[in-house]
């Protein structure tokens, strides 16, 4: 078991564009969550997917994320016109039927935007 | 919507010492799941504990922590901090027990441990 698997590790983009972060999940989780990591906001949920299906993305800043599961092996964040504010780790989580909501973390993408 | 707070952004200890890392929540509903989780430098976070009962001590790895609903706290606790224990920690609220209900996470508290 590989764990949950976030590619790329870093990421540098100038202002204005576009980032893609990729998460393949723990094999047979059925969910997937993406949160955003700041020294500021903490661990801040942004969106997930259940089977696939997108269930929340209450957290996703609406103009410019978006989020994406086209199977059940990865889930794709998408960060168009990046902006220095978008700076962050984000972070990829995948949890299994019966477990208590236990979070499977990546290790995360670290963004930076200069 | 849910909220959790952690009071403490910052803790360092001496080696040794007690540690209490302070958690309080806020849901509309009656039976909340509250979680910690450990981020040690350059690894994933990761469960350290959790629980869903009220008034029921829950342990691991040394730590130990109390669901208390009337005072909607979930403060986690040591007896002696180590300096292993040096990382970030984060507690977590979700509203239901199943896969694929999001959990609502505070702001973490970074604690340092020092000889």
């Known amino acids: 078991n590989a764990g949950v698997i976030q590619t790329p590790r870093h990421k540098v983009t100038g202002k204005g564009q576009e980032a893609t972060l990729w998460c393949e999940p723990i094999?047979?989780?059925?969910?997937v969550f993406w949160y955003r990591q700041t020294i500021v906001q903490g661990l801040e949920f942004l969106t997930y997917?259940?089977?696939?299906?997108?269930?929340?993305d209450s957290g996703m800043p609406k103009e410019r994320f978006s989020a994406q599961m086209p199977n059940q092996s990865h889930s794709t964040l998408k960060i168009q016109s990046t902006q220095p504010q978008d700076s962050a780790v984000y972070l990829c989580?995948?949890?299994?039927?019966?477990?208590?909501?236990?979070?499977?973390f990546g290790a995360g993408t670290r963004l930076s935007v200069l | 919507g849910d909220s959790v707070t952690q009071t403490e952004g910052l803790v360092t200890l001496t080696e040794g010492l007690p540690v209490m890392l302070n958690c309080t929540y806020q849901?509309?509903?009656?039976?909340?799941?509250l979680f910690w989780y450990v981020h040690y430098l350059n690894e994933s976070p990761r469960l350290l504990l959790k629980?869903?009962?009220?008034?029921k001590r829950t342990e691991h790895q040394g730590f130990h922590a109390t669901l208390h609903k009337s005072s909607s706290s979930f403060h986690l606790q040591k007896s002696s901090a180590q300096l292993s224990d040096s990382a970030l920690y984060y507690c977590?609220?979700?509203?239901?027990?199943?896969?694929?209900?999001?959990?609502?996470f505070g702001g973490g508290t970074r604690l340092t441990v020092r000889p």
């Open positions: 629980s869903s009962t009220d008034n």
């Open positions: 977590a609220l979700s509203a239901y027990n199943n896969a694929g209900a999001k959990l609502t």
């Open positions: 094999s047979g989780h059925s969910a």
């Open positions: 997917f259940r089977n696939q299906a997108p269930i929340d």
């Open positions: 989580a995948s949890s299994l039927v019966g477990s208590q909501n236990t979070l499977y």
């Open positions: 849901t509309i509903y009656s039976n909340p799941f």
